[in-house]
């Protein structure tokens, strides 16, 4: 007898199809028609991207990495989450030091990339035009994160890249009664924070080529954060 899609494979199909944000879509899907010159040659993915990770992550998932948006050029072209751009180059290489990846480098879907007790999403999942989505399309995509983590069932730690991902998680704590309230919850990187579920939430800055170009995030700062969310997640 077939085995039909898990509910994180249901979730993520249901995400590709979203029709929430007009803008965000219009913008998707002309930026996979016009392309960048040096990826000319290449289909371009152009709808909302999907998280990924490791599998029978319902169970085995304890890791949570929660970016900001698709990259236009980066998740937009390949499909999936921080695959093809500046932020992935730094956290994949980031990942497979810490043993949370199987290699160091992310092509694309076919890539053979393999997660370790890792599941990796965004709190917007269509790419925004100066990376910068809206207060609205914020809350549209937030029920997407909601349905995600009651999934994830054995989730010990998420870690948040940059202040909208942290901002974003703490308005689904309190939404869904993680937390009383959002005071309280401050960003910085390094912050460590525990719910009074034992949930570890984690901040770090984004690994935007802004932060890691100038130096405000160092590859030995990054590996810190993923050190630790390791050594709190008790993977094996």
Known sequence: MPIGPSPLEFLNARIVACDRCPRL????AEIARAKRRAYAQCDYWGKP???FGCLDAEESARILVLGLAPGAHGSNRTGRMFTGDGSGDFLFPTL???GLASQAKAFGIEDGMRLNGLWISAVVRCAPPGNKPEPEEQRN???WLVEEMALLRNLRVVVCLGKIAFDGFFSYAVRAGRVPARSGFVFGHGAELK???GLTVLASYHPSLQNTNTGKLTRAM????FNRARELSELP
Do not use: E, G, K, W
């Not at 990054?222 to 954060?225: D, K, T, V």
């Open 195 to 197: 719910l009074a579920d």
């Open 25 to 28: 879509r219009t913008y998707c």
């Open 222 to 225: 990054f590996l810190a954060i």
């Open 141 to 143: 995509c937030a029920p």
């Open 96 to 98: 497979f030091d810490a």
């Open 49 to 51: 991207v999907p998280s």
